[in-house]
């Protein structure tokens, strides 16, 4: 069964094909938006049917452990997907590791929902998931994103150079890092 958390004023949950509308819908809302930070996509990325199989991917990948695919919806809104949060490239084992990642609509840009989601998402990722270590790399002029990960305890710990190709460039990333500091 898809997982389900809660913040203030969010929802976060995992969703499946049946879910496939919503999400193509706050693809399709926030395309333009996320181009200068994300890898260029398929021309049938946001089509109905693609989207289905990768909510399923992305919940058979959860069951098996590797990741956790979260969409965020407001409370007051529930069916309406405004953003994403995702544990990708969990490792277990002495690493006890995971990258963060995460987006919103442009719409819903501006209200401390990234910051409420992300907090929440790292916690699950510490006292259910027993991570020691959650990261996040981001493009150095992507401000609102930096911004994001600093009010959430994340603390710069590099530079990587020529990190992700993103909309078609090899781009420079600053990796942060926040610590399970109750696993130490």
Same mark, same amino acid.
């Given at each position: 069964? %898809? #997982? ?7 929802? =976060?949950?995992?969703? #499946?094909?049946? *879910?496939?509308? /919503?999400?193509? /819908?706050?693809? =399709?809302?926030?395309?333009a938006? *996320?181009? @200068?930070? +994300? %890898?260029?996509? @398929? ?5 109905? %049917? ?6 399923? $991917? ?6 098996a ?12 809104? @529930? ?9 990708? &490239?969990?490792?277990?084992? /002495?690493?006890? $590791?995971? *990258?963060? #990642?995460?987006g919103? /609509? @442009?719409?819903?840009v #501006? ?7 992300? +907090? ?16 996040? &790399?981001?493009? %150095?002029? &992507? +401000? ?35 610590? &399970?500091?109750?696993?130490?």
């Amino acid at each position: 069964m %898809p #997982g389900a958390w809660e913040t203030e004023r969010l929802y =976060l949950r995992e969703l #499946g094909p049946e *879910h496939a509308s /919503a999400v193509r /819908a706050y693809g =399709l809302r926030s395309v333009a938006y *996320h181009t @200068p930070w +994300d %890898p260029r996509r @398929p021309t049938d990325f946001w089509e109905l %049917p693609v989207v289905a199989a990768r909510l399923h $991917s992305q919940l058979a990948e959860s069951q098996a452990g590797g990741s956790l695919c979260l969409f965020l919806s407001l409370k007051i809104d @529930p069916e309406r997907v405004i953003g994403v949060a995702n544990l990708r &490239n969990i490792i277990r084992g /002495a690493l006890l $590791s995971a *990258h963060v #990642g995460y987006g919103l /609509a @442009p719409d819903a840009v #501006g209200h401390g929902y990234m910051t409420e989601a992300v +907090d929440r998402v790292v916690g699950i990722a510490f006292s259910e998931l027993g991570l020691h270590r959650v990261e996040c &790399n981001i493009m %150095p002029r &992507n +401000d609102r994103s930096l911004a994001v990960a600093e009010r959430t305890g994340f603390v710069r710990e590099g530079f990587s150079r020529h990190y992700l190709r993103i909309n078609g460039r090899w781009e420079d990333h600053v990796r942060l890092a926040r610590l &399970n500091e109750d696993a130490r």
